[in-house]
C-alpha cells in the first residue's frame, strides 16, 4: 500500500492516508535505523497545514519513541524547507514532514529526510518500503504523545528564527532597503507567510499579504502556484501597482510569480533569471542543474557564462544529489522547485523568493527587463506542457506501450532518444519533446520546447495522437 514517489508518500486521506499507514511507514523507517546502528537518535517531525498534518505527525512521534528514537517534533506548522534546514543545522540521520506539498486538498503524505536535510533518494525510500513489508501492524511500538512528552522523550521546539535568520545572512538586506520595493505575497492558505512576512519585512519592503488564513481546502484550489490559481495575485499586483507578486504552494518549497505587468512568470523563466543573476551580478562561479523536463534555454545562458548545465530525471532527489557532485550554483525543475548553493540541498521557495527581491533591488530592474536582457543574447525558447489524468487500468495500459512496446512518434530530424525517465525525444536543432508519468499523481505528463509555440505544440499532439489521449 505504501509506495514512495518523486516527492515522498502521497495519498488521498482516509483512504490510504490513515493513522495504521502513518504507524506502518515510521515503524519501516524505525527498522531501517535501528539496522543503520542509529537506535537512540534525534529525528526530526514537523508538518504543514494540511487536515490531520498536526495529529499525524503526532503519530508519527508517538512511534518513534515507542523504538526508543527521540523524536524532535516542530510544534507548530511549517515550511517543509524549515524542517530540512532544522535537520541539517541539528545534525540529525533523519526527518519527517507531514505534508502532500502541492496536491489537492483530498492528499496528505510524508516527506522523509536523510542527514544534510537531504529529499530521501530512491536507495532510502526502498529500503523503508523493503522494511515496511515485514512490519506486523499489531506489534507496532509506541509511547502516547503527552507521556512521551512529559518524560522528555518527545522534545517540542520552534525553528523558525534560526531558519529566517540564516536566509537573511545569505541576501543582500541593505540593497533591498534602499530599493524600497511593493511586494504583495500569496501564501496560498499555507505555510510560508511567516518566514517571507518577516524576511521581507526586515528589508523595509511594502508588504501586501492576501490569502494568509488556515484552510485546509486551499480556498477550494488546488495549493500549487501557476498562471491559474494565480489569477487573484495577478489582479492585486496590477491594483495596487506592485513591483512583484510572490506565491509559494501548500508546504513552500515551490514559489510562484507574477511580474510588475501582472503576468505569471513560468519556473522555467526564474530558474534562469537567477542563475544568471547569481553568475554575472553576483560573480559566482558553477555550473546548472535542471530536471528532464525543464527549460533548454538555462543549457544556453549557462554555455554563454563560461559553465555547464546537467540534466536529471524529475524527482528533486535527484537534482540535490546532482548539485552536490558537481558543486553546482543552483538546481530547478519547471514545476517550481529551486535549490541555491550554501542553503538546504533541497528545494526552497522562501529562500528562492528572497533572492528573487534581492535581484530586483540589485540590478535596479523588472523581472520583464532582467529576462529581456537575457533572451537578447541567447536568443528565446517557447515551452509548452498538457497533463492528462488516468484510471489505473489506463495507466497500466500506457506503461506497457511506453517502457515495453517501446512505442514513440515517427518524428523527424530526430538526434537521440532516452527512456531514463519517460520518453524524452532530443532534435538536432536543440528542441525536445518529453511524456512521463508523475510520480506523485494519476497523471501521464508531456512537454515540449522549440523556437516556436506552433512547433512545441506539434510535439505534444503527435503524442496525444499516438496515444488516443
Known amino acids: ?92 540521520p533523519y526527518g519527517m514532514a507531514v505534508t502532500a506539498s502541492h496536491n ?12 544534510g536535510g537531504r529529499d530521501a533518494d530512491q536507495t ?33 521546539e520552534l525553528t523558525t528564527n534560526e531558519y529566517i535568520d540564516s536566509i537573511l545572512s545569505m541576501i543582500d538586506t541593505e540593497s533591498i532597503k534602499k530599493a524600497h520595493l511593493k511586494i504583495a505575497l500569496d501564501p496560498m492558505y499555507g505555510v510560508s507567510q511567516t518566514s517571507l512576512r518577516t524576511i521581507l519585512m526586515t528589508c523595509r519592503c511594502d508588504l501586501e499579504v492576501i490569502h494568509d488564513r488556515h484552510d485546509t481546502l486551499f480556498g477550494g484550489k488546488l495549493p500549487a502556484p501557476n498562471a491559474v490559481t494565480l489569477i487573484p495575485l495577478s489582479n492585486f499586483v496590477v491594483d495596487q501597482n506592485c513591483n512583484l507578486g510572490i506565491a509559494t504552494d501548500g508546504d513552500a518549497d515551490r514559489l510562484g510569480v507574477i511580474d510588475e ?12 533569471l537567477l542563475y544568471y543573476y547569481l553568475v554575472k551580478y553576483r560573480g559566482w562561479q558553477g555550473p546548472c542543474v535542471r530536471n528532464n523536463s525543464t527549460t533548454h534555454l538555462l543549457d544556453r545562458v549557462a554555455a554563454g557564462l ?27 525543475e519547471s514545476s517550481g522547485g529551486l535549490a541555491v548553493r550554501g542553503h538546504i540541498s533541497g528545494k526552497d521557495g522562501i529562500y528562492a523568493a528572497a533572492l528573487l527581491v534581492e535581484m530586483l533591488a540589485v540590478t535596479g530592474k ?30 497500466a495500459e500506457l506503461q506497457k506501450l511506453l517502457f515495453e512496446d517501446l512505442l514513440c512518434p515517427e518524428f523527424e530530424n530526430v538526434d537521440h532518444v532516452s527512456r531514463e525517465d519517460g520518453c524524452k525525444v532530443y532534435f538536432k536543432d536543440g528542441s525536445w519533446v518529453i511524456c512521463r508519468f508523475s510520480g506523485t499523481e494519476p497523471l501521464l505528463r508531456m512537454a515540449g520546447e522549440a523556437e516556436t509555440g506552433a512547433t512545441a505544440e506539434s510535439y505534444i499532439n503527435a503524442w496525444k495522437r499516438l496515444l488516443k489521449l
Open 1 to 92: 500500500m505504501i509506495k514512495f514517489g518523486t516527492g515522498g508518500w502521497r495519498a488521498i486521506i482516509a483512504d490510504e492516508f490513515t493513522k495504521a499507514n502513518i504507524r506502518l511507514l515510521t515503524a519501516g523507517l524505525c527498522r531501517l535505523m535501528q539496522q543503520e546502528g542509529l537506535s537512540g537518535a534525534q529525528v526530526c517531525v514537523g508538518y504543514d497545514r494540511r487536515f490531520l498534518s498536526k495529529e499525524s505527525a503526532h503519530w508519527a512521534a508517538e512511534v518513534l519513541a515507542g523504538y526508543g528514537f527521540r523524536p524532535f517534533v516542530i510544534n507548530r506548522s511549517s515550511p517543509t524547507p524549515l524542517i530540512m534546514y532544522t535537520v541539517k543545522m541539528r545534525n540529525m
Open 104 to 115: 489537492p486538498a483530498i492528499y496528505n503524505g510524508i516527506k522523509i529526510f536523510t542527514a
Open 124 to 156: 532510502v525510500t526502498a529500503k523503508i518500503e523493503e522494511q515496511i513489508a515485514q512490519v506486523n501492524e499489531a506489534e507496532i511500538k509506541s509511547i502516547d504523545y503527552e507521556e512521551a512528552l512529559s518524560r522528555g522523550i518527545i522534545h517540542e
Open 261 to 272: 505587468k501582472g503576468e505569471f512568470v513560468h519556473p522555467n523563466t526564474l530558474l534562469v
Open 306 to 332: 563560461g559553465q555547464r548545465a546537467y540534466e536529471v530525471p524529475v524527482g528533486f532527489k535527484y537534482i540535490s544529489a546532482k548539485m552536490t557532485e558537481t558543486d553546482a550554483i543552483i538546481g530547478g
Open 366 to 395: 523588472s523581472i520583464s527587463q532582467l529576462f529581456r536582457e537575457i533572451t537578447d543574447q541567447y536568443g528565446q525558447l517557447v515551452y509548452r506542457e498538457a497533463d492528462f489524468r488516468m484510471t489505473p487500468a489506463r495507466k
